[in-house]
């Protein structure tokens, strides 16, 4: 009994210290975004974008400063674009096939096909107009 109590305590030191998140930073990660207004029906969606250096933490498997990802784009629309009520949301992947795939499905629900009709336009802001910039650990 006496033995058992000093393995489980071993086991739980372990487990603790292996269970600990790593932060890395990503070769390269793969960001668009979407921004859309409650008050318009006209939705606006990014390229796909290869932001290197953006910071990845490798358990929640979650992009670190999403809010400030998505705080650039705000931020872009209220600016430039004089929209200051635009919702702005932030999808990535550190696979450019997984991020392309999730675009085409965001866009595919904003789109009219054959079978529905969408009462949403779509429009796409360009590298060129908007990019995103790679968010270090202390913002």
Not at 16 to 37: L, N
Not at 85 to 105: I, P
Not at 131 to 138: A, M
């Amino acid at each position: 009994m006496k033995y058992l109590k000093y393995i489980v305590l071993t086991l739980l030191v372990c487990v603790a210290m292996g269970a600990e998140a790593k932060t890395i930073k990503a070769r390269h990660m793969y960001v668009f975004g979407f921004a859309a207004s409650f008050k318009d029906s006209v939705v606006y969606m990014t390229e796909i974008q290869d932001v290197q250096g953006a910071m990845y933490d490798t358990k929640t498997k979650f992009l670190l400063g999403r809010d400030s990802y998505s705080d650039q784009l705000k931020t872009y629309f209220r600016e430039t674009m004089q929209m200051p009520n635009r919702v702005c949301m932030v999808m990535f992947s550190t696979s450019k096939k997984k991020a392309e795939k999730q675009y085409l499905k965001l866009r595919s629900k904003y789109l009219s096909d054959k079978k529905h009709t969408s009462s949403y336009e779509v429009r796409y802001v360009t590298m060129q107009d908007f990019k995103f910039e790679p968010v270090g650990l202390d913002e």
